[in-house]
């Protein structure tokens, strides 16, 4: 990995910068599309590079139950597998064991589970979870760790996060066992839930492994936790990670989110949100999102967005059609998938551009006010951007203030 940093904003914490892996050269911040089990539901690989994204996730834990090491070895990683020829990244499988897995016990030696196809049992160790990324062949492998709710409370956070500093030792040692180093960039995860003290320790251990890791991701969070606790954790890893190493927030996915985490410092971030949202009917836009299955919809023959550059609003297909056919034909959830996929890449591309250019508070100012509108501020955006030098309300006293976590726009109507 070749890591630049070529420009930082004059006001926040926001940065620009060049990530070159095996793969090709990715432009940071970014948001990572998931797929998964190999596949982005319902686009193409070729429809996700036209879109001129760079680097998407899979799933260690996914990928090892099918299609299995085997079949990944002989067809020569998952580049190959799925027909994409840029940067991919992979999830160590942790948050899978803990979300999809009733029954998984975790021990020292790692995380046993029984597969959810076949019921056989099977142990996940952090050497394990490593040989299997080895096989995908990801230009970013992730540690395995021990993952708890960003809502769990008592000595077992603790415990999660110590555990998660041993095995990063032994994914450490596995990876620089195998020769791989040059070609496989593994990152640490930063757990501790939502206690400050311990977010600390594990960010003091993690970083004495400085050079055994090539980056940092921040985990444990977008469970369910307050937003205003979540930007404080954001903050307070991001101001303590190195600077000359590309940093990644796990599992954000709403427009607000990424871009307050981009002003504190973050340079990466996954989410299902804009894929899975599409095939609700849901088109995300700089105005907020549109639940196309809305009635209001129905004779409305304008694109989602006359300014986007998908093919989905370049060729024309009306808010009408999208209506009529969303959540009853797949070709619907195909055409907004597109779009959002386009919406978050552009999203974070003006993040880049403004802040090279020197423009990023006045980015913020104006998405936040288009986007939200009338339904007002939520007060954590805009605690977390005061907290770096960004008032949403200056020259807008007047503006309407959310309470609390904001608006929840996943299956809401707003423009």
């Known amino acids: 990995m070749q890591f630049e940093v070529l420009a930082t904003c004059h006001t926040t914490r926001a940065r620009a910068s060049r990530m070159t892996l095996s793969h090709g050269v990715t432009s940071l911040p970014t948001f990572m599309p998931v797929a998964t089990q190999a596949a982005i539901k319902g686009v193409t690989p070729q429809q996700v590079e036209g879109l001129g994204i760079t680097l998407i996730l899979n799933n260690t834990y996914h990928l090892n139950l099918r299609p299995g090491i085997g079949v990944l070895r002989e067809a020569g990683g998952a580049h190959r597998l799925q027909g994409w020829n840029h940067n991919l990244l992979t999830d160590s499988g942790g948050f899978q064991l803990v979300s999809l897995n009733k029954f998984t016990t975790i021990t020292e030696q790692g995380a046993f589970f029984a597969s959810p196809f076949t019921g056989e049992p099977t142990m996940l160790t952090p050497e394990e979870s490593i040989s299997i990324q080895h096989a995908i062949g990801a230009d970013i492998i992730m540690q395995l760790d021990d993952v708890v709710s960003s809502l769990t409370v008592g000595p077992r956070v603790a415990e999660a996060m110590q555990r998660s500093i041993r095995w990063l030792d032994r994914c450490i040692e596995f990876h620089e066992k195998s020769g791989k180093r040059d070609t496989q960039n593994l990152f640490a995860i930063v757990q501790g839930g939502l206690d400050p003290v311990l977010r600390d320790e594990c960010l003091n251990e993690m970083i004495k492994r400085h050079d055994k890791v090539a980056g940092y991701a921040i985990g444990g969070l977008s469970g369910g936790e307050e937003k205003d606790i979540f930007w404080r954790i954001i903050r307070q890893c991001a101001e303590k990670l190195p600077a000359d190493k590309p940093r990644y927030s796990m599992g954000i996915g709403f427009a607000e989110d990424l871009l307050v985490c981009v002003a504190l410092g973050v340079d990466m971030a996954d989410c299902v949100f804009p894929t899975r949202t599409a095939r609700f009917g849901v088109a995300l836009t700089f105005n907020g ?9 129905a004779k409305d ?13 370049k060729d024309g297909v009306s808010r009408a059609t999208l209506h009529h056919t969303a959540t009853h034909e797949t070709a619907a959830a195909h055409a907004i998938t597109l779009h959002n996929l386009a919406f978050q890449a552009r999203v974070m591309g003006q993040a880049r551009d403004s802040i090279m250019d020197g423009t990023f508070p006045a980015y913020l100012r104006r998405f936040f006010a288009d986007y939200f509108g009338d339904a007002g501020y939520p007060e954590w955006c805009i605690n977390a951007l005061r907290s770096v030098g960004v008032d949403l309300l200056d020259g807008n006293p007047d503006a309407k203030v959310v309470k609390g976590d904001g608006a929840k726009w996943e299956y809401s109507d707003t423009a």
């Not at 999102?289 to 919809?297: D, E, I, R, S």
């Not at 023959?301 to 093919?311: A, H, Q």
Request: a positive charge; proline letters at 18%.
């Open 289 to 297: 999102p549109l639940n196309l299955k809305l009635g209001k919809h």
């Open 301 to 313: 023959f304008n694109p989602i967005d006359s300014t986007c550059p998908c093919p989905t609003c």
